[in-house]
């Protein structure tokens, strides 16, 4: 098989992650776009010119994210309107929500923020308020997190500390229409569900942990589950193949249904928002299904390739983002890895447990080194706990896009799978406290990490000639 759109996509990547190391305008990229056609085989030239085209996107990207109207009104008190774009999350002392600012003063502006508003009632998701506020500088460098630059690199240059605000309308347009799907979801995935067991179906459908108490998101965090609260390519899959299953199970057409599959997973992605993990997902599903719908052949790495294009190229700045690294680390290692370790767990007495602790590990080695550069931590306990949640994740999302789809017909019906979900979120809740809550469960300590490498590398020692004679035994 060909690997030319890989080399291509891969160079369409590359391109736009240079622009973060140093910045190219269009007559230097012309230059070096003539240097390459002069100077490259054919191949190297068409994947050079992605390169340079990439990198001048990127280039300019960056130069937009850098500009803010804003900064020159620090310490500044107006009144403004926004438009609330994200759930609001609640801190010790103090609301904050994202946001974009369309009005300061009387100045007409185009701006995203951070709000900050007194506890208390919070403004919607997808609201338009009016609002009296103080422009604020970000928080800078405090206990290893520096707010300032990683609000930056989301294009995020000031905090709108709001004294008082007023509801004045909602936003339209596509929007206000991931707002209204998101409010459907949030009301139907956990019919009837309070608490904990709603909090964890909301995490886990919708990436929204607000509802998690501290210490429950703590020991999520410690037993290496805390990605389970970020939405990943599993409930992307999950919901073009409930949409798929439908389909089938009505008679529809497999044109027709691809057709929905296709809406649904555009829906699902602008409801739980542009988290990198799940839109990277909802390219790669789109993209099957319109190859299915086209005739054409897919390849898993392009798709992972197109999939960060899409990023880098709105924000090249989520090079930096640890959900971003995660998330490509992980599915790498899925495509690597796990091939060979479910050959090294063969003849082992796991079952269909094989696969699962074969993912979780693979995962586990290829983000351990971003989790420690960007958390200063390591979950040891990763790979047991990951293994024992599996069987949960599955039903779980398939209940409550079950619940959801019979909401608007039975809300009795809704409730009643809305029960059945609450045992799942009640089983991940209690892996996350019984194994996140062991004190050796997380690394934090440098000296105790280098012992565990010790002893990590002395077992690799030891079950290195068995692997080597498992992978190199024949095939029967």
């Not at 996509?9 to 391109?15: K, R, S």
């Not at 390739?305 to 690294?325: C, E, H, K, R, S």
């Not at 796990?338 to 094989?354: A, D, F, I, N």
Request: aromatic share 6%.
């Amino acid at each position: 098989m060909t690997r030319t759109p890989q080399l291509l996509a891969a160079g369409m990547c590359g391109g736009l992650a240079l622009s973060n190391v140093a910045r190219v305008g269009s007559a230097g990229a012309a230059v070096l776009l003539l240097v390459v056609v002069a100077a490259a085989p054919r191949a190297a030239v068409v994947a050079g010119c992605l390169a340079l085209v990439g990198w001048w996107w990127g280039s300019a990207r960056l130069e937009r994210l850098d500009r803010s109207a804003l900064a020159a009104h620090v310490g500044e008190a107006a009144r403004a309107r926004v438009v609330v774009t994200g759930p609001t999350r609640r801190g010790t002392f103090e609301l904050r929500a994202p946001a974009r600012v369309t009005r300061y003063a009387r100045a007409p502006v185009d701006e995203p923020v951070l709000l900050e508003l007194a506890k208390g009632r919070a403004p919607p998701q997808g609201a338009v308020l009016s609002a009296l506020v103080i422009v604020k500088q970000p928080r800078g460098p405090s206990h290893g997190f520096d707010e300032r630059t990683w609000l930056r690199r989301r294009g995020v240059h000031v905090v709108l500390h709001v004294d008082e605000w007023n509801l004045v309308g909602r936003r339209g347009g596509l929007g206000g229409v991931a707002d209204a799907v998101r409010r459907r979801l949030r009301s139907s995935i956990a019919r009837g569900l309070h608490g904990e067991r709603r909090a964890v179906v909301q995490g886990v459908v919708l990436g929204d942990e607000n509802g998690l108490s501290d210490r429950l998101r703590a020991r999520f965090r410690a037993a290496g589950l805390y990605h389970l609260l970020a939405v990943s390519g599993q409930n992307v899959a999950l919901v073009a193949a409930s949409v798929l299953l439908v389909a089938w199970v009505v008679g529809v057409s497999r044109l027709v249904a691809e057709l929905v599959a296709v809406a649904a997973i555009a829906a699902y992605v602008l409801a739980v928002g542009a988290q990198p993990s799940v839109v990277r997902a909802g390219i790669a599903g789109g993209l099957c299904s319109l190859a299915w719908l086209t005739a054409r052949a897919t390849d898993r790495w392009h798709l992972l390739l197109v999939g960060a294009i899409a990023l880098l190229a709105w924000n090249p700045y989520t090079v930096f983002d640890a959900g971003f690294q995660l998330s490509f680390a992980a599915v790498s290692a899925i495509f690597v890895l796990v091939p060979r370790l479910q050959r090294v767990l063969e003849g082992y007495p796991l079952g269909s447990l094989r696969t699962g602790i074969a993912v979780s590990a693979a995962c586990s080695i290829a983000t351990a080194p971003i989790l420690w550069f960007q958390f200063h931590s390591l979950q040891v306990l990763a790979i047991p706990a990951n293994a024992l949640a599996a069987p949960a994740i599955v039903p779980l999302l398939g209940l409550a896009l079950a619940s959801t789809a019979v909401a608007p017909f039975s809300g009795s019906a809704a409730a009643a799978l809305g029960w059945l979900n609450g045992w799942c979120a009640a089983y991940l809740a209690t892996v996350a406290e019984l194994i996140g809550g062991l004190p050796f469960a997380q690394i934090r300590s440098t000296s105790t990490l280098l012992v565990v490498l010790a002893v990590a590398l002395l077992g690799a020692a030891y079950a290195w000639p068995r692997w080597r004679r498992t992978s190199s035994s024949p095939s029967i």
